[in-house]
């Protein structure tokens, strides 16, 4: 089986004023955090040394990933990062083919960084661009422009990195699809092979739900949002890009294989303040409190760690968010999967759960392919055009 790890590094150079993801901007304490998450590391592989990992649906890609995601793992000394990512590899004899992603920012990635990842055993990057539009930047509090994220791009590349993703951010107000439909080109002019594109979403606690959570339907009228949604989704169609989820695409053989893992419904493992993971029936998370951690990581036993993972008890810094049953496994799969291109797979469900789809989520099915929202193709159910924008509505008939 294979295995998937998030590592979730939150130090970032400054806090993007749409982000609700844990991050600190003091790195004061990164030696000492990445000294805890390589501990945790060890104590993971030690654990699952023990441990089938049977994954409920099966990967449709055996290759292992390690994720290096945050937070800007671009922003602490590349040394930390490297020996982490060292210690990963020896401590799952993570295999040779494995996909193994770092998040960069043009603002912090350096030809230097670039060639510590190269060596290190990374080989694909994911460039937080968010946009190629100066005003739309500043708007976004970003610390780099247009020419900034050209270049990290190129330097990118250059370093021998073939697996380019980055990501953008649309429905921003002053955005434009015309601006959007730009830079998607000039993505694939620099050999860019995989896009994330994302819409705005107003987030609790974050500077523009404050600045924007009354008004930001009248800045971006929710229909124009969907015209620039699907727009782009048109754009990226052209140029030869499969939106395989509802915010990613990619050219031919470079889907993500760390992101299909997780609406595969795979287990994936978590290191790292913020981080979160799922293992047999428990998904667990890591409180967002890198002092916690710290502290947690350099005194926590194997056995109370693994007595956690279990279910059995808590951590002062982790925390079980929910044990699974059978049926919250079934509800999962609409889910994850509803966002996917491939949409759910029939026969894969039958032959995990032992029951047709339709028996258990009957009703949700009728009700969605009459309102033209779901459509059945063969032994698959997926969502229609129309149904991509009310995915939220669709997905919550079979929660």
Same mark, same amino acid.
């Given at each position: 089986?294979?295995?998937?790890?998030?590592?979730?590094?939150?130090?970032?150079?400054?806090?993007?004023?749409?982000?609700?993801?844990?991050?600190?901007?003091? #790195?004061?304490? !990164?030696?000492?955090?990445?000294?805890?998450?390589?501990?945790?590391?060890?104590?993971?592989?030690?654990?699952?040394?023990?441990? !089938?990992?049977? +994954?409920? %649906?099966?990967?449709?890609?055996?290759?292992?990933?390690?994720?290096?995601?945050?937070?800007?793992?671009? =922003?602490?000394?590349?040394?930390? %990062?490297?020996?982490?990512?060292?210690?990963?590899?020896?401590?799952?004899?993570?295999? !040779? +083919?494995?996909?193994?992603?770092?998040?960069?920012?043009?603002?912090?990635? #350096?030809? &230097?960084?670039?060639?510590?990842?190269?060596?290190?055993?990374?080989?694909? %990057?994911?460039?937080?661009?968010?946009?190629?539009?100066?005003? =739309?930047?500043?708007?976004?509090?970003?610390?780099?422009?247009?020419?900034?994220?050209?270049?990290?791009?190129? $330097?990118?590349?250059?370093?021998?990195?073939?697996?380019?993703?980055?990501?953008?951010?649309?429905?921003?107000?002053?955005?434009?699809?015309?601006?959007?439909?730009?830079?998607?080109? #000039?993505?694939?002019?620099?050999?860019?092979?995989?896009?994330?594109?994302?819409?705005?979403?107003?987030?609790?606690? #974050?500077?523009?739900?404050?600045?924007?959570?009354?008004?930001?339907?009248?800045?971006?009228?929710?229909?124009?949002?969907?015209?620039?949604?699907?727009?782009?989704?048109?754009?990226? $169609?052209?140029?030869?890009? &499969?939106?395989?989820?509802?915010?990613?695409?990619?050219?031919?053989?470079?889907?993500? %294989?760390?992101?299909?893992?997780?609406?595969?419904?795979?287990?994936?493992?978590?290191?790292?303040?913020?981080?979160?993971?799922?293992?047999?029936?428990?998904?667990?998370?890591?409180?967002?409190?890198?002092?916690?951690?710290?502290?947690?990581?350099?005194?926590?036993?194997?056995?109370?760690?693994?007595?956690?993972? &279990?279910?059995?008890?808590?951590?002062?810094?982790?925390?079980?968010?929910?044990?699974?049953?059978?049926?919250?496994?079934?509800?999962?799969?609409?889910?994850? $999967?509803?966002?996917? +291109?491939?949409?759910?797979?029939?026969?894969?469900?039958?032959?995990?759960?032992?029951?047709?789809?339709?028996?258990?989520?009957?009703?949700?099915?009728?009700?969605?392919?009459?309102?033209?929202?779901?459509?059945?193709?063969?032994?698959?159910?997926?969502?229609?055009?129309?149904?991509?924008? *009310?995915?939220?509505?669709?997905?919550?008939?079979? *929660?």
């Amino acid at each position: 089986m294979a295995r998937h790890i998030y590592v979730h590094n939150p130090f970032c150079a400054r806090k993007c004023p749409y982000c609700d993801f844990y991050s600190v901007a003091d #790195t004061s304490e !990164s030696n000492a955090f990445y000294k805890a998450a390589l501990r945790e590391a060890k104590l993971l592989g030690e654990i699952m040394k023990d441990s !089938s990992g049977k +994954d409920h %649906i099966n990967d449709r890609d055996d290759r292992d990933t390690v994720y290096f995601g945050g937070g800007t793992p671009s =922003v602490p000394d590349s040394r930390l %990062i490297c020996d982490l990512l060292s210690g990963i590899l020896d401590a799952f004899s993570i295999s !040779s +083919d494995a996909e193994i992603t770092i998040e960069v920012n043009p603002s912090s990635v #350096t030809d &230097e960084k670039l060639s510590d990842y190269k060596l290190a055993g990374f080989n694909r %990057i994911s460039a937080g661009v968010q946009s190629l539009d100066d005003e =739309v930047l500043k708007r976004l509090g970003r610390l780099h422009d247009s020419k900034d994220a050209v270049d990290a791009i190129k $330097r990118i590349t250059a370093a021998g990195f073939n697996n380019v993703s980055a990501d953008l951010i649309t429905g921003v107000p002053g955005g434009t699809l015309d601006g959007i439909k730009k830079d998607i080109n #000039t993505f694939y002019s620099l050999g860019v092979k995989h896009i994330s594109t994302y819409s705005l979403m107003l987030e609790e606690g #974050t500077v523009f739900f404050e600045r924007y959570g009354k008004t930001i339907e009248d800045l971006m009228p929710p229909e124009k949002e969907r015209e620039m949604y699907h727009g782009t989704r048109d754009c990226l $169609r052209s140029l030869g890009y &499969e939106t395989y989820e509802i915010s990613n695409s990619a050219l031919p053989g470079y889907r993500s %294989i760390h992101n299909s893992a997780y609406w595969n419904s795979c287990e994936y493992l978590a290191v790292g303040a913020g981080s979160h993971g799922y293992l047999g029936n428990v998904r667990y998370g890591h409180e967002d409190d890198i002092h916690a951690y710290i502290e947690e990581m350099n005194s926590v036993s194997e056995e109370d760690y693994r007595a956690f993972l &279990e279910g059995n008890d808590r951590l002062s810094s982790l925390y079980v968010e929910e044990i699974l049953s059978e049926e919250d496994k079934m509800r999962e799969v609409p889910f994850l $999967r509803l966002r996917t +291109d491939e949409g759910i797979l029939l026969d894969e469900f039958k032959n995990v759960f032992g029951v047709e789809f339709e028996d258990v989520f009957g009703q949700a099915v009728k009700t969605n392919i009459e309102k033209g929202l779901l459509e059945r193709k063969e032994r698959t159910l997926r969502l229609t055009r129309s149904g991509l924008d *009310l995915a939220n509505k669709v997905i919550e008939d079979f *929660l």
